[in-house]
């Protein structure tokens, strides 16, 4: 172990623009589904950069969420070398992976996982209770412009601001980078926009590195960088020059 | 096979853990049922028999001394149809193993074919009517003391040393359980049951041509009390001392109270379990119908009918309730035939065996099916009304508010996790407390089985060590003039004397009365005294009369009453007396009386029957030898060897009734938390995933999960102490009787030891879920939608 996960990590403010978060190399992935041997990531190299927004395109089975589980601790590769900053991620056990996540990483599901037994305030409190130097909940809820709804129960609330309670939850503790599955995956277009809107706030406001996997290409428009995956490999890796405004984009 | 019903078998095998464990409440009731009931109905069959064939008196009756003549006259009362007159007498028995003397209480055998309560011979031959040596014993006397036929038997008869001989031993259906006198619980060792021919007991005991004891057995539509009201009155000039019922027969009232303690038991116990079985089948079969809506959709789409959905599930619970069924009558069989050994050793029956009758097992099992549906019903009915469309709608998502908790200001300030457990808590109020109700339940069983020996030890603890504080107990075998008290006092190592007398009295209260024996005893007796329940030393007064509460209670007798006091002896006097107060007392019905004032009562000379001994300690085995060779004393014995005796039976049931309880009580609470539980984890295995993912740990989560395991199992302990205290409360007026009461108290023992045996299978349960909620993937959970 080269450095522990709960000191000694600068936090994204400090870093500069090309500092890498993460730096992956030959990733492999193969799952064991009873008799068959499932490849879901090929010898994949990737790279995150602090403060970018990137967006991870692909069809279903394409290997974007192996590649997010593992980038977010969830996961181990088969084979392969997965860095955050100067830590090996690829060899840490689940204690440390534990802490990693509590530190370091936020993450937003397609379906948003809040607990309905608590209020939008409390879900957010959840995580500011056990981080190191978050903000107030209140303040994570105003960055996605939930202010007035701090009270509601998960029940209470839209789709569409439920997520952005999750979205709320996991920036709240001040993370180097956002990972997002599928974010707007069960939502409409407009609320969904109104959810990658509250993305792009946190991105450019607190400086969080945000992922966001898709396999809706006209969310590519929003990344500063447009990586495409199918049968687990990378295809194409872009740098987008002209990113287009939210407002503009409709699927 | 069909596939239904192949989804039931891995249905069935994903719940094994659940299905085990109300499997395991359900083989729990039924075993209680064929255990207690079965051995209820086993002795109940076997003393029916028993009494049948011995022909078992309905009356006796207990006199100083009558004709045989009598004996016609007896006969000549309406409803009586069998006579047998006996003569029977204690001594003292010189057993050289023995430190103390044994009593040997004689009987007169009458030829079998005449004798009511017959022998049963175990082994040897009758007694003939010419040999004036021949003795039959009763068997437990001689396996205890090991004596074989043809062995020697030293016995003082009136004063005199005999040697007997031993031809026979046997059982007799009157002292199937055979208590030494002024004692709760055999002792084969001192006490024994000898019978001699008529002939030779005449001629030891000076009553030949007489008898001192009648036993009758009456017509089947006879009416006993007239029955006794005559044999009163003419047994009145021969010294009657009452006629008593099988009511009050003392080996047939103990053999009662023990069948109806295991009658009560039988019921008691298993009525819990099955209501636990109910409470469990509901919330899981509950839970497992709202996580297959969607599969009952699919199957309501099909074209499967409401019945078949509806059967499936009541199919669940029928397996776990077969499955219970199978252990619980294999394991109530066994424990059953183990429980009848056991009593054979107390209770001497020719054939007392275990055995399960038909219709108790039909009755257990289908109790037991009822439950189960019960328990499924509103499960099984959810499922038969789920429109297949709603069905395949996810399930509306919980709705939560701030609870009534929350309001309390200290509580403001709770972490969010905290919070969780509190609204979870709060959300299904019903459910929390009909599940920390379960788990009450195994500590109430505890408290219920222990709280037991903690009244009987301490009724035993103020009886020997507060109460009867004499080293010796002395009775002699007819009354004496008081001077004699001098006599034991000089012998070596007599410290204090202390003497009283007893005398049979009929108590009256109105059209009430009580034929019982009175204590006159002296106003400073310091080794023997009167003690209430709660430890109180009871003063003497120097006029009236005290009684036992338990005979207060039953002739509505309150103190400052006047009763009327019938002598059984001598002039037999009838007098007015004042009740001066009541004794909260354990044993036996008992009246006092200051001595002077009885002997006025009485009339004639002041004789006394006994005295209580203190005697240095060393010296108590030479005295109690001396005092046994002195004729006119009967008895002698020594009270601390009584709560030795005591000491030694109850470590031993204690020891087994720990072993069932504990486990009675840990498969409460691990069905209960172990499903509780798991159903938590079901419902909220989601909301725990994105807690790992938000960085919280395994340990952190699992503390969320199962402090609302941990709040119903201390919400459970107190709720439980309060359940066992009123069961317990219950069953001790049940239990209570002439021969004994226990006082009702519950030792912080009994208390921590419950709530500990609670605890520790709470954990141990949690601890099995625990090791679940570690396997648990992560991401597959919450790609899902709920």
């Known amino acids: 172990m080269v450095e522990s996960f709960s000191d000694g990590i600068s936090s994204p403010l400090e870093g500069t623009l090309q500092m890498q978060i993460f ?68 060899h840490s056990d689940e204690k440390e992976l534990t802490q990693y996540r509590r530190k370091h990483v936020g993450f937003v599901f397609q379906f948003y996982n809040l607990i309905p037994s608590l209020t939008a305030l409390e879900n957010v409190a959840l995580v500011t209770e056990i981080a190191d130097s978050p903000m107030r909940p209140e303040e994570a809820l105003e960055l996605v412009e939930l202010g007035e709804r701090l009270n509601h129960f998960p029940s209470q609330l839209s789709g569409g601001e439920q997520q952005r309670v999750a979205i709320a939850r996991a920036v709240a503790k ?18 969904g926009i109104v959810v990658l809107k509250a993305l792009q706030k946190v991105n450019q406001e607190v400086g969080t590195a945000v992922a966001i996997i898709t396999h809706n290409a006209a969310i590519s428009a929003i990344g500063d960088r447009v990586v495409q995956m199918s049968s687990g490999r990378i295809i194409e890796n872009i740098r987008n020059e002209h990113k287009s405004s939210l407002d503009d984009i409709v699927w | 096979m069909r596939a239904i019903s192949k989804k039931l078998f891995r249905d069935l095998w994903h719940h094994r853990g659940q299905m085990i464990s109300i499997a395991a409440v359900t083989a729990t009731a039924i075993m209680t049922v064929l255990t207690m009931r079965g051995t209820y109905e086993s002795l109940y069959e076997a003393r029916e028999s028993y009494y049948q064939t011995s022909r078992f008196p309905d009356v006796w009756a207990n006199l100083e001394r009558a004709p ?17 007159t006996r003569v029977t007498f204690a001594s003292t028995l010189d057993l050289e193993n023995q430190v103390t003397p044994a009593v040997g209480r004689f009987y007169s055998a009458a030829p079998p074919s005449e ?24 068997e437990k006397f001689a396996l205890a003391n090991s ?38 619980f055999p002792d084969d060792e001192q006490y024994g049951i000898l019978w001699m021919s008529r002939q030779a007991m005449g001629a030891a005991f000076n009553m030949e041509g007489a008898f001192n004891e009648v036993a009758l057995i009456i017509a089947s539509n006879a009416d006993i009390r007239h029955v006794q009201a005559e044999l009163d009155q003419i047994l009145k000039p021969y010294g009657g001392l009452g006629s008593y019922t099988r009511a009050t027969q003392i080996s047939n009232l103990i053999l009662e109270s023990e069948l109806n303690s295991n009658k009560q038991m039988g019921t008691m116990i298993p009525a819990i379990f099955l209501a636990i079985v109910a409470f469990l089948l509901n919330i899981v079969l509950n839970r497992l119908i709202s996580t297959q809506r969607q599969e009952i959709a699919v199957l309501k789409a099909f074209g499967y009918t409401n019945l078949d959905v509806g059967l499936f599930y009541l199919k669940f619970a029928y397996v776990a309730v077969i499955g219970g069924a199978i252990i619980g009558i294999f394991g109530g069989v066994w ?156 012998l070596d190592g007599v410290n204090r004397v202390e003497f009283n007398r007893m005398v049979p009295i009929r108590i009256i209260k109105g059209a009430l009365k009580r034929d019982m024996a009175i204590t006159g005893r002296n106003v400073g007796d310091e080794l023997n005294r009167i003690v209430h329940s709660d430890g109180s030393i009871m003063p003497l007064s120097l006029s009236g009369i005290i009684v036992s ?41 008992n009246a006092y009386m200051h001595l002077e004032t009885l002997h006025d009562l009485v009339g004639g ?10 005697v240095m300690g060393d010296a108590q085995a030479d005295v109690a030898k001396k005092l046994s060779a002195i004729p006119m004393i009967a008895n002698v014995s020594s009270p601390s060897r009584g709560f030795d005796l005591f000491k030694k039976q109850m470590s031993e049931s204690l020891f087994v009734g720990i072993f069932f309880l504990v486990g009675f009580s840990s498969i409460i609470s691990i069905a209960v938390i172990y499903n509780g539980a798991r159903i938590s984890l079901s419902e909220r295995g989601r909301e725990l995933a994105s807690l790992r993912v938000l960085g919280f740990s395994k340990k952190e989560v699992s503390v969320l999960l199962f402090s609302e395991q941990a709040v119903i199992t201390i919400f459970s302990i107190p709720i439980g102490w309060y359940i066992g205290k009123e069961l317990s409360r219950i069953s001790i007026a049940q239990i209570a009787s002439e021969t004994y009461r226990f006082p009702f108290m519950v030792d912080w023992e009994t208390y921590m030891f419950s709530a500990l045996i609670t605890i520790l299978a709470a954990i141990g349960s949690s601890m099995i879920v625990r090791r679940r909620l570690n396997n648990y993937d992560l991401i597959s959970v919450l790609k899902t939608r709920d």
């Open chain 2, 147 to 184: 004596f074989s036929e043809g062995d020697t038997l030293k016995a003082i008869i009136n004063g005199r040393l005999r040697y007997l001989e031993i031809i026979a031993t046997a059982i007799s259906p009157e002292h199937s359980y055979a208590v030494p006198p002024g004692s709760l």
């Open chain 2, 549 to 589: 509460k338990y005979l207060a209670d039953n002739l509505l007798i309150e103190a400052g009453d006047l009763v009327q006091v019938e002598v059984l002896e001598g002039a037999r006097r009838i007098e007015n007396v004042r009740v001066v107060s009541i004794v909260d007392d354990f044993l036996g019905i």
């Open chain 2, 115 to 138: 004798m009511l309560g017959a022998l049963h011979l175990r082994s040897g031959r009758w007694v003939s009517e010419n040999d004036r040596n021949q003795v039959m014993v009763s």
């Open chain 1, 23 to 90: 730096e992956a190399r030959g990733l492999n992935k193969i799952y064991h589904m009873g008799e068959v041997d499932v490849v879901a990531l090929k010898d994949v190299d990737f790279d995150l950069f602090a403060g970018e927004m990137l967006v991870l395109l692909g069809a279903s089975g394409s290997g974007k969420s192996t590649l997010l589980n593992i980038l977010g601790g969830l996961d181990t590769p088969t084979s392969g070398v997965v860095k955050y900053q100067n830590v090996l991620l690829s």
């Open chain 2, 68 to 84: 045989e003549s009598v004996r016609s006259l007896i006969q000549q009362i309406e409803g009586v149809s069998v006579v047998d």
């Open chain 2, 335 to 490: 424990l059953g035939d183990l429980m009848v050994t056991v009593y054979r050793d107390y209770f001497d029956f020719p054939d007392l065996a275990y055995s399960l009758s038909p219709q108790l097992l039909a009755i257990s099992i289908s109790i037991s099916f009822l439950a189960a549906t019960v328990g499924a019903l509103s499960g099984v009915r959810s499922a038969i009304s789920l429109p297949p469309a709603e069905a395949m709608r996810p399930q509306a998502p919980a709705r939560f508010s701030i609870g009534l908790i929350e309001h309390f200001a200290v509580l403001k300030k709770l972490p969010s996790a905290t919070r969780m457990v509190v609204r979870n808590i709060e959300r299904r109020p019903g459910k929390t407390l009909f599940s920390a109700i379960g788990v009450a339940f195994s500590v109430a069983i505890l408290v219920i089985g222990l709280f037991m020996f903690d009244g009987m030890y301490y009724m035993m603890d103020l009886q020997f060590n507060v109460a009867q504080r004499e080293d010796l107990t002395v009775s002699f075998n007819r009354p004496l003039p008081e001077r004699v008290r001098f006599e034991l006092g000089r």
């Open chain 2, 605 to 614: 000379p002041h004789l006394i029957t006994g005295a209580n001994l203190a």
């Open chain 1, 174 to 191: 001040r993370p180097n980078v956002l990972l997002c599955d599928e974010p707007t995956g069960a939502l409409d277009v407009e609320t």
